[in-house]
Antibody, heavy 119, light 107 residues
Framework: EVQLVESGGGLIQPGGSLRLSCAAS????????MNWVRQTPGKGLEWLSV???????FYADSVKGRFTISRDSSKNTLYLQMNNLRAEDTALYYC?????????????WGRGTLVTVSP | DIQMSQSPSTLSASVGDRVTITCRAS??????LAWYQQNPGKAPKLLIY???TLEGGVPSRFSASGSGAEFTLTISSLQPDDFATYHC?????????FGQGTKVEIK
């Protein structure tokens, strides 16, 4: 059974850093297209980043240069390093896996980890 | 970026009703559109991809259609589990973008 479990969220001051983790089971992270998506009550769902099987990465403009997606094959875990956090980064962060052989939409989701950026 | 908008934002309906949600893109994206259902406190669930293809295990009361920049999701007979928020997502080009969501609530 495919499972994704996010962790690492919390309360952080503006300008601070956090690293989110997404532990996967039931499949191999490095053999799939993996994404981070966040959700806020006001803006809805926002795609943030994808990492391809070959390691290529793409980012939304809102996080480019501040967030970095990566993975650790030995831990079968996806990461999102978030630097220079802003109040508008406050959201529930999901990791999401695309279907096998697909890049662009999301079949499996974790339950999310909440990030709150506030003084 | 491709902007996505959904209408209505909220829809009140009863069990057994037929409901339709519309998703419009700021440019042609056909057929690169997905639909998700999200129940309160849960992650989104993929319902439809490639504008009209039902994901495996999704009940046949869900259907979707559309082309160009206008798409619809239809639930033929609302069931209690269907009271949820529905999101569309374009994947024609980066950044992939979502509509703001349509909440289907009990009348």
């Amino acid at each position: 059974e495919v499972q994704l479990v996010e962790s690492g969220g919390g309360l952080i001051q503006p300008g601070g850093s956090l690293r989110l983790s997404c532990a996967a089971s039931g499949f191999t992270v490095s053999n799939n297209y993996m994404n981070w998506v966040r959700q806020t009550p006001g803006k809805g769902l926002e795609w943030l980043s994808v990492i391809y099987i070959d390691g290529t990465t793409f980012y939304a403009d809102s996080v480019k240069g501040r967030f970095t997606i990566s993975r650790d094959s030995s831990k079968n875990t996806l990461y999102l390093q978030m630097n220079n956090l802003r109040a508008e980064d406050t959201a529930l962060y999901y990791c999401a896996r695309a279907p096998v052989g697909v890049i662009e939409y999301f079949l499996h989701w974790g339950r999310g980890t909440l990030v709150t950026v506030s003084p | 970026d491709i902007q996505m908008s959904q209408s209505p934002s909220t829809l009140s309906a009863s069990v057994g009703d037929r409901v339709t949600i519309t998703c419009r893109a700021s440019q042609s994206i056909s057929p690169w559109l997905a639909w998700y259902q999200q129940n309160p406190g849960k992650a989104p669930k993929l319902l439809i991809y490639k504008a009209s293809t039902l994901e495996g295990g999704v009940p046949s009361r869900f259907s979707a259609s559309g082309s160009g920049a206008e798409f619809t999701l239809t639930i033929s007979s609302l069931q209690p589990d269907d009271f949820a928020t529905y999101h569309c997502q374009q994947y024609k080009s980066y950044p992939w973008t979502f509509g703001q969501g349509t909440k289907v609530e009990i009348k």
